[in-house]
């Protein structure tokens, strides 16, 4: 719910006054040939598998030789190393045994690739997805970002946690599983898509072309430190305006100041929580962050007179709300802070507006939902004595993922798990090998519980 502030609590009281297109050259005679470099071992499986059969064990340097080549591939979000990427996905599906293809978008100028891994029997469908794009390298990196470095139990690159190591970690969970030559009763789909940093449109893309139309459950694999996430809020980017009176410096007791008004408003906006919230755990999924403020005078808020009272304010941040939830209410508590900023600076006018045309959808799933107690089981399986995190977790529950779109668009039951997450989106961004390769193991049990 609201956490409304009171009126006179207001802060100046207390003052006295009197990225341009990359080609991306991909030379594919240095992947090693994954049919032949990923030879599983096997144990024998839990009871809760077919006894039948075993379960196969991933090569973990070949597994690791996959990601390595994912990283080198310089994939920025809306380049043509989306391309190269895309491209070579298909083509080490190919070189495995999957039927796969590419599906173009946005006027046929990227593509998602997809491979399908078809079922023998009436089992249920899975689909596992994941992006390709990349965010760009920032300032402080002390290692190469497409290196790939393996170093003390740890691989790097840009990319590595948000996302190709869940990229990797299922396309490797498939191959391991095929070179066993166990045999699925249900379809597996891979998907890879791009654009997701750009609200999604590429999985968005794949549900209007019917492509996953079939699965029963599916698993995102976005960076959650191998914990299954069963919600996620929606974002919705807000600009706020703030006019005010302005004056010389000399008589600023006459001038109602837009900048001393923000400095009041953004303290209101990252307490905030948003009204109709129908549970606690979706209230928790609320954030409002103030990411951008700029004053001066006038609309182009000119900086070059500041002994002169700023008359205009900018102020852009991002709020997160839950499943069930809307923008409505969003603008809502939007509206009641800048009432409560209005009434200290009785001058004040404000407008708020929505600058996010669509984005990513919140997600839930029920925690005692199959997908996520099947999750849970591998996850005890692969770590025993362990119980998998499971729920309305932080900071997961602020990100967005395409498990949104699948869940609104498809109604389609699922789960956030991947690894990476604690070294997501900073200088030398990293995964500890360890859960990479466990989140292969988990998905291979996975895999045999759901479509076996």
């Known amino acids: 719910m609201y956490d409304s502030v009171a009126a006179s609590n207001c802060s100046h009281d207390r003052i006295k006054t009197t990225t341009p297109t990359i080609t991306i050259s991909l030379n594919l005679s240095t992947i090693p040939n994954p049919s032949t470099v990923l030879s599983p071992n096997t144990h024998t499986m839990s009871s809760s598998l077919s006894s039948s059969s075993a379960i196969p064990e991933p090569n973990t340097e070949a597994c690791l030789g996959v990601l390595q080549k994912l990283i080198q591939i310089k994939s920025y979000s809306k380049t043509d190393g989306e391309l190269a990427a895309t491209s070579h996905m298909v083509i080490i599906m190919r070189s495995i045994g999957l039927d796969s293809k590419l599906f173009k978008f946005d006027n046929d100028t990227r593509q998602n690739a997809v491979g399908v891994w078809k079922g023998k029997g009436k089992g249920k469908n899975l689909l596992f997805n994941g992006h390709l794009d990349t965010n760009p390298v920032t300032e402080g990196w002390t290692v190469d970002p497409w290196g790939g470095l ?11 946690s948000n996302m190709k190591s869940g990229c990797a970690a299922y396309f490797c969970a498939v191959q391991t599983l095929l070179a066993s ?8 789909t891979l998907t890879f898509v791009v654009g997701e940093l750009q609200g999604g449109v590429g999985t968005a893309a794949l549900i209007e072309q019917g492509v996953c139309d079939n699965a029963d459950y599916f698993v995102n694999c976005e960076p959650s430190d191998l914990k299954a996430i069963t919600m996620h809020a929606e974002s919705q980017i807000f600009r706020i305006e703030l006019t005010g009176v302005t004056r010389h410096m000399s008589k600023r007791e006459e001038a109602t100041d837009a900048l001393l008004a923000a400095t009041d408003l953004i303290p209101r906006l990252t307490d905030l929580t948003f009204p109709n919230a129908k549970n606690e755990d979706v209230e928790s999924c609320n954030r409002c ?36 939830q809307t923008p409505s209410d969003v603008r809502s508590a939007l509206d009641k802070a800048c009432q409560q900023t ?19 959808p919140s997600f839930e799933v029920p925690k005692d939902a199959y997908i996520v107690k099947a999750l849970n089981k591998v996850y005890e399986q692969v770590r025993p004595n362990q119980t998998q995190p499971t729920g309305v977790l932080k900071p997961q529950c602020f990100y967005g993922s395409d498990a949104g779109h699948l869940y609104e ?33 988990m998905f291979i049990r996975l895999i045999m519980d759901v479509c076996g």
Request: a negative charge.
């Open 409 to 441: 668009k498809l109604g389609m039951e699922g789960i956030v798990c991947g690894p990476g997450g604690k070294y997501n989106t900073m200088p030398d961004e990293r995964v500890e090998i360890v859960d990479y390769v466990d989140c292969i193991k």
């Open 150 to 160: 393996i170093r003390d139990g740890m691989i790097y690159g840009i990319g590595v």
């Open 342 to 360: 209005r009434d200290c600076f009785p001058s004040l006018q404000y407008e708020i507006t929505f600058e996010q045309a669509d984005g990513m």
């Open 181 to 188: 030559g166990w045999k699925p009763s249900g379809d597996i």
């Open 289 to 324: 962050h103030v990411g951008v403020v700029r004053a001066g005078l006038g609309r182009e808020m000119a900086d070059w007179r500041p002994p002169q009272v700023a008359d205009f304010a900018v102020i852009r941040g991002a709020a997160r709300f839950g499943p069930g």
